[in-house]
């Protein structure tokens, strides 16, 4: 199984709705043409949640997180519109590797909040019950 279909299943057994894997809705802003893959997006309450999934350098999806954060503020009204999302009024950004256990939260510039150590999908979703 994928790294992105894993953490999917962790995402709905952590109570996550609409959950998108690997996905090309966000709008792309360097390029009108074409959409951002996102890992992982889904809601919960009022909140959008971001997932970026590395194997190996879980730092490289800082930059991807930062332009997708922007993506998901600026199309918000479109994206409710065309129902790829639930109505949000906050975006978090997180990456992830599960083969290194660990799933960091960064804010929109891109500065790491915190970080959180997993062994298993069952530590993984206890963290994601209390995101």
Do not use: W
């Amino acid at each position: 199984m994928s790294d992105e279909k894993e953490f999917h299943t962790a995402l709905m057994r952590a109570g996550f709705l609409g959950i998108q894997t690997k996905k090309k809705i966000l709008p792309n802003l360097m390029s009108g043409e074409q959409n951002l893959e996102t890992d992982n997006l889904c809601h919960k309450g009022n909140t959008l949640y971001l997932f970026e999934g590395k194997k190996f350098y879980i730092v490289d999806a800082e930059s991807q997180l930062k332009i997708r954060f922007i993506s998901a503020m600026i199309n918000r009204t479109e994206l409710v519109r065309k129902r790829h999302v639930f109505p949000y009024n906050r975006v978090r950004l997180f990456a992830y590797s599960l083969f290194r256990g660990i799933l960091n939260e960064y804010n929109d510039k891109g500065i790491k909040l915190q970080s959180k150590r997993f062994r298993n999908l069952n530590e993984l979703i206890e963290i994601l019950n209390k995101l």
